[in-house]
């Protein structure tokens, strides 16, 4: 009989930040990414994200564009200003070319659309973690 391998630890695997303010939506994405083998840090804002100390370590950014205080535009330029350089999603519920335009020059690298196929994120989060 072969042993079952042991999960990783989420210290050993990716870490993504997630900052989505809808708390359904927030857990739902956290338990499908981290059952993709990420270590989620999960923030209902995004200046809850930018105090915790994880976005250090983190691999992508998931966020919002619609947030209470900062929007997911301020939220990355903050990163970006701290030094983090990695890939980031944008989620929307308000999808238009323009929004998608600025995104891009915002620094994301993929916008997806609300409501979203369960595993649009996950999928985006593994192409751009596989890029970098």
């Known amino acids: 009989m072969i042993a079952p391998t042991p999960a990783a630890s989420p210290s050993s695997r990716p870490r993504i ?7 359904a939506v927030r857990r739902s994405l956290q ?16 200046a809850t994200m930018l105090e915790d100390p994880a976005w250090r370590q983190a691999a992508c950014m ?3 564009y619609q947030l209470a205080g900062l929007d997911g535009f301020e939220v990355l330029a903050r990163l970006r200003a701290k030094g983090w350089a990695g890939p980031a999603v944008l989620i929307t519920a308000y999808p238009s070319a323009e929004l998608t335009d600025r ?13 979203f196929r369960e595993g649009a994120v996950a999928d985006a989060v593994a192409r751009l973690t596989r890029m970098h």
């Open 17 to 23: 930040l997630l900052v989505e303010d809808d708390s």
């Open 31 to 46: 338990l499908l990414l981290q059952a993709r083998g990420w270590d989620v840090r999960a923030h209902a804002s995004g």
């Open 62 to 64: 998931v966020a919002d």
């Open 103 to 115: 995104a891009a020059a915002g620094g994301f690298a993929q916008v997806i659309e609300k409501p």
